[in-house]
């Protein structure tokens, strides 16, 4: 199939369509756009809402989209082909580290018995093993896509207290933002996403907050920002100049000073329909609803270079549960990630911003 045609040049700028789905780890390209940081750096981008992962999957592959906001095993399992899907995306940021709620339904919540979040693993299987020997089915959980941190993290909890995820659960896709509405509703009784939809649903009162995926893996790489394959050769300069651009977004928003700016943009432009309290306790890394502040909150960090390890340590993962080609390589599955174009990206801010931290020496 041939790959994504060159971007559209408006003037001397190329213009790139980049995706994101409402979450909070999506601020820093919310950010670079609303400040102007993509214009700055001589790139037009136009962001695209999209409402589910497996619609980012398929625009990222068939050409709608330049870039996305990605889910980091998502650029594995297309490297090593999964699916009879083959694309070698180039992931160029870290998007934030930690961000993810486990929130179960009241009921599934009171049979773990009395806890004070995090929930133990072993509560957890205790609880739905005791529903197997009452002749009840399986617990349904919601994950927000098949390869997610959120699958494999909840999987590794759930398998270090004895349950089996692929017999003890039943695991299902819901796309973050239709997760309350659905453990509302009953289709699921339990859910990892990303935040605001966990808060949202424990304010809502038909969710109760278990633990976040940073219990289980401290300060976990989340999620990235990545480019249709081919597009960083075909026009570096774009890609590297919209990767500056979060970069200087993080940054911005490593700040505190600079939290209730970002509250109100994510309010406006992403969770018109949520709550500005709500979006403001995931900045600050509280669970809304209880005040609970977490161990490992969301953090965008100032430095945020992709690292291959982290790609080696979800390939790990996704062997484990059978979701990878046995004949998949290691270097398939580091292939997409570029420390190179994050550093040129770096390296472009130094030439802009005096206080930039990024290594001069490696600079051109």
């Not at 609880?127 to 617990?139: C, T």
């Not at 304010?203 to 920002?225: C, F, N, S």
């Not at 174009?341 to 290594?359: G, K, M, N, V």
Request: charged share 15%; net charge negative.
């Amino acid at each position: 199939m041939a790959g994504l045609a060159a971007p559209t040049r408006i003037g001397d700028q190329p213009h790139l369509r980049i995706g994101f789905v409402p979450l909070t780890d999506a601020a820093p390209l919310v950010v670079a756009d609303a400040l102007g940081l993509f214009a700055e750096h001589g790139v037009r981008v136009a962001l695209s809402p999209e409402r589910a992962w497996a619609a980012v999957r398929d625009k990222l592959v068939f050409g709608a989209l330049d870039g996305s906001h990605l889910l980091a095993p998502l650029a594995v399992a297309l490297a090593a082909g999964v699916g009879g899907l083959r694309r070698r995306l180039d992931v160029t940021v870290r998007l934030g580290r930690n961000g993810n709620l486990f929130v179960l339904s009241p009921t599934l919540a009171e049979a773990a018995g009395a806890f004070i979040a995090p929930l133990s693993a072993a509560a957890f299987a205790a609880a739905v093993q005791a529903r197997a020997e009452d002749g009840l089915p399986p617990p349904t959980l919601a994950v927000v896509f098949p390869h997610s941190s959120h699958n494999y993290l909840l999987r590794q909890w759930m398998a270090a207290g004895g349950l089996d995820p692929d017999h003890d659960v039943r695991l299902v896709a819901v796309p973050p933002p239709q997760m309350a509405r659905a453990l509302a509703e009953g289709a699921i009784e339990g859910f990892c996403a990303g935040e605001p939809w966990g808060s949202h649903a424990i304010i809502q009162g038909v969710g109760r907050y278990a633990l976040t995926t940073g219990d289980i893996w401290p300060d976990h790489p989340e999620k990235v920002l990545a480019f249709a394959e081919g597009l960083a050769e075909r026009e570096p300069e774009a890609v590297i100049a919209a990767t500056a651009a979060v970069i200087a977004a993080q940054r911005w928003l490593a700040d505190p000073a600079n939290r209730g700016a970002a509250v109100a943009l994510l309010a406006e432009r992403v969770f018109p329909g949520v709550a500005p309290a709500t979006i403001a306790a995931a900045l600050a890394g509280v669970v809304g609803g209880t005040g609970q502040t977490l161990a490992t909150p969301l953090t965008f960090d100032p430095e945020s270079p992709p690292d291959a390890t982290t790609a080696a340590r979800w390939a790990e993962a996704m062997h484990r549960w059978g979701h990878l080609p046995t004949a998949a390589t290691e270097a398939e599955v580091r292939a997409p990630w570029r420390p190179d174009l994050w550093q040129r990206a770096a390296c472009l801010l130094a030439r802009t911003e005096p206080q930039s931290s990024a290594p001069k020496e490696t600079c051109p």
